[in-house]
C-alpha cells in the first residue's frame, strides 16, 4: 500500500480577510483502461473572475453521506461513469479567500467500470457550463498550465497536480492493490 498524502495550501492569489465556513469535498483521479484520465472543464464568469478552467470531478460531501458514496455519486452526476475506487490518494485542505471558505478535499483513485448518462446540476450547466475532458497525463499537465494563467487556475494548479502526479505514481508501482 502507499502513503496517504495529506498537504495544507494557502491562497496566494486574494487577500485573506476571514474563513467563514469549511467545505467536506470528495474529488477523484478517474482513468479508463487506455490509461486517459477525465476531468470536467469550467467556464466560469463569475466572482472568480471570466476564467476556462480544469478540475477533478467530485463535490461537496451530504450530511451522514460516506466519502466513498458521495465519491461515486458525485462521478455519476459530473462524467456519467461508474466506477471503482480503488483506493484513497489524500486529503488536500485549501483555502478560496474571496469567498471565506476553507476547503478539505478528499481524493480517491477510480478506474471506470462503464460509462452512462451525466446528471448535471443546474449550475453546473448554466452557470459553470460543465464539461468532459478526456486527457493523456501528459495533456493534462499541460491543461492545468494552460489554465494557470488566471488567479483560481493557479490556486487549483496547485492542490491538484500534486495529487495527479502522486496518482500516477501509485498507478505504475500498482500499490493501490
Known amino acids: 500500500m502507499h502513503t496517504i498524502l495529506n498537504l495544507q495550501k494557502k491562497d496566494t492569489q486574494w487577500p485573506l480577510d476571514y474563513i467563514d465556513h469549511d467545505r467536506e469535498i470528495v ?12 476531468f470536467v472543464q469550467a467556464h466560469r464568469n463569475d466572482e472568480f473572475g471570466h476564467v476556462t478552467i ?5 463535490g461537496g460531501v451530504e450530511e451522514g453521506e460516506e466519502l466513498e458514496s458521495a465519491i461515486q455519486r458525485e462521478l455519476r452526476e459530473e462524467l456519467g461513469v461508474q466506477v471503482k475506487v480503488l483506493c484513497p490518494i489524500g486529503i488536500v485542505s485549501d483555502y478560496y479567500n474571496l469567498i471565506h471558505r476553507h476547503n478539505i478535499n478528499h481524493y480517491f483513485l477510480c478506474r471506470i467500470v462503464s460509462f452512462g448518462e451525466k446528471h448535471l446540476m443546474p449550475d453546473e450547466i448554466e452557470q459553470f457550463h460543465l ?3 478526456k486527457l493523456s497525463y501528459q495533456e493534462a499537465i499541460e491543461e492545468y498550465e494552460k489554465c494557470a494563467h488566471s488567479k483560481l487556475g493557479k490556486l487549483l494548479k496547485q492542490r491538484e497536480l500534486p495529487i495527479l502526479e502522486y496518482a500516477k505514481e501509485i498507478l505504475e508501482r500498482k500499490s493501490y492493490e
Open 27 to 38: 474529488r477523484a483521479i478517474v482513468y479508463d483502461e487506455q490509461e486517459n484520465f477525465y
Open 131 to 133: 464539461s468532459t475532458l
Open 54 to 58: 480544469i478540475e477533478t470531478s467530485g
